[in-house]
């Protein structure tokens, strides 16, 4: 069920319940129109606002798009749009492929483009994964049109359709699109109770329940002196800042450091990449209510550069700007959404213009495009389709950084046709040389991710480096562990000393490769983190210390960790991701059924779940359930048979059970999907070894060398084939470059 809660408080009722109110300090949610007496202007800037249309009900004044019998075919599904009476109706393909009528109870969002909100199941709402094209005909728009169009199919068997668990609106979207929404999910009967104060971002989602702070200015109890708190509010969000800029200087600075990041937190609670840790509180740290995507792939470029849709927050860590003291109201209105002036001058608020708002400085023809300030420093990346958004790391263009990673660059955006060379030697031209440290830096992650640990010098040097932001160090530290840096225990235990949970929660998550032990001694300062997320991170590294090898003591602590992580997983068991978290914990306790359990609720929700599948073998087979194993691989590997995870552990499981050669084939079709990484090709190539195809095997290897180099296990595997086939020469050429990647970490 979806309700809107009753709490619209008018003056008057406050005025009349003054007495009752003022012995206490609790506050709840008021309404817009509770502020307008008072904070008229911003109302007004407010109103009609992407934040004040963010979801409506669905009625003539609120719709955009072609209900006149309207019809979009997408693969072979024609979807009409119609009305009936004053309703407006869509006939498109349910869960099962088949059409079926559904009313639209709401629409979300005004520009770019227009969703629409479809009921599923009384409680459940879904986004319908076609769109209206809110832009002009003459840009294209004014058009039905599906969000995937230029991705890969997605029919009623894909996750990805409109009627799943990820175009659902109660866990999916709700929570940034409406005020103090409780998504209200019971596990055990898979239903919704879903609420929220107001349909749209009011006043509150962003400055907190206001009942108590009405009170205080009702009584004349306010003035802008006192702390929040003083003034009955939960946080405060004027961080503005004074800056100063005198006519010798190129770039202003705050005339007083930003002292806490409480506007920045509050705007990345909807505007980053994250996962919500439990209902909002508000005035808290942004990782303490949600957990925080760090810089990885695919996410990201390695450079730091927006690749998925990540929102902003994730780029503006990284910034410049972010690092002077920068924050969001800065540059953006927070309560109409626009900007706070019209083209460069956004940016002359701060950077001299003789200096950069010049031919001098971005050398392209002041009437241009390229004379944009964010045409070079803040390039876009198109979602859903229509939807360009900007990174905010604000940048300059590094074409020579693509030219190694093959990451994008601002020049090569406008000047299609043109390659990075061309940009590079462009700016070698006009002298532009961006810093080393940041090539190095790209190209360290690039070979990292591909499982080159002659990367490892450069990255362990990198993760202290406190020039870097938070953001970056994060993942930094965290690809150190997918590489088993010797170097690990010191870089996280310098990083969990920090003051930023950002830091500590992916020092934390660094240390899974880790002993047992040896984490548990390192994490066991941290049970008791003041930031949730920190906390979090550490119970799921410690679920798996047996108790035999703890103190009494040990435990005790561990339990109410344990009982806190459980309690903010249970609060969204609607989502796969959280019930294979849920999985992953309970096989670290020992816990089967209950293991077993969350990986088919997991797989309820969504059937392609992978990791799930795969899980979920291993247990069959651990419990001698060889049978049930084999069958729930093959009929997943029929949906999907492009699957490389799922034909790996076919592979190993066929391995398991003694059928060699059908093992081999299975294997083989692993190896050929890997895409990333090196795990399948590898096992296949030593499969093949072991049941006498050696030169194959050779072959196999040797390619993978030769695509991702620096990996210690295929020169060993190369090196052992080469020994034992004789051939000297093969063996002395992968006995050098083991030696040297061995050096180049700093082993022998």
Known sequence: MITVRST????????????????????????????????????????????????????????????????????????????????????????????????????????????????????????????????????????????????????????????????????????????????????QRRQYTT???QIDVGCEACHGPGSRHIELAIAGKVDHSQTPAEMGLALSLAARGQWSRTPEDDIAHRVTPLTDQTQVDNCGRCHSRRATLGDYHYGQSLLDTHRLSTLESPLYW????????????????????????????????????????????????????????????????????????VACHMPSQVYMGVDARRDHSMRIPRPDISLSIGSPNACTQCHEGKGDAWAYDALQTWGVNGRFQDLNLAKARYSANRGDLRALPTLESLVADTSLSNLMRASIVEQLGNLGSRQLPSAAAMLLRSDSPVLRASAVRALRGMEPVQRYLMLRPFIKDTNLSVRLEVAQLLAGIPDSELRPQDIADLKPLFAEYLAIQNEHLDMPSVQLQLANFWLDRGDHTKATAALEEALQLNPQLEPAIVNLVDILRRDGKNDEASALLSSAIKRIPDSGSLWFSQGLHLIRLGQTSEALVSLRRAAELEDEGSRHRYVYAIALNDTGSGPEAMSVLEKLNGSLPGQPDVLNALLAFARDSGDRQRYERYRSQLAAVMQATGQR
């Open 8 to 187: 619209l408080i008018s003056i008057g009722a406050l005025l009349l319940s003054q007495t009752a109110l003022s012995n206490s300090s609790r506050s709840d949610f008021v309404g817009n129109d509770a502020c307008t007496s008072c904070h008229e202007p911003q109302v007004q800037d407010w109103t009609n606002s992407h934040h004040d249309l963010a979801m409506q009900e669905a009625n003539e004044r609120t719709v955009l798009g072609d209900f006149d019998n309207a019809t979009f075919v997408y693969e072979g599904v024609t979807t009409t749009f119609f009305r009936k009476g004053d309703e407006f109706w869509v006939k498109t393909d349910n869960e099962n492929g088949e059409l079926q009528d559904y009313h639209v109870a709401y629409v979300f969002g005004i520009y770019p483009l227009q969703q629409l909100l479809l009921p599923i199941q009384k409680d459940r709402l879904n986004a319908l994964s076609i769109a209206w094209d809110a832009r002009k005909s003459s840009e294209g728009g004014q058009r039905w049109y599906h969000i995937y169009e230029n991705q890969e199919p997605v029919t009623a068997e894909n996750p990805l359709h409109w009627t799943g668990v990820y175009h659902n609106w109660n866990s999916r979207c709700a929570e940034c699109h409406s005020t103090n929404v409780v998504k209200g999910y019971d596990g």
């Open 195 to 197: 609420t929220y104060d």
């Open 302 to 373: 390695h450079d730091g550069q927006i690749l998925d849709e990540v929102f902003v927050y994730g780029s503006f860590m990284q910034s410049k700007m972010a690092q002077a003291g920068v924050v969001c109201s800065n540059c953006h209105n927070p309560h109409s959404n626009e900007l706070v002036a019209e083209g460069n001058t956004v940016c002359t608020q701060c950077h001299k213009p003789e200096t950069y708002d010049a031919p001098s400085h971005h050398r392209h023809s002041v009437a241009g495009a390229g004379s944009a300030c």
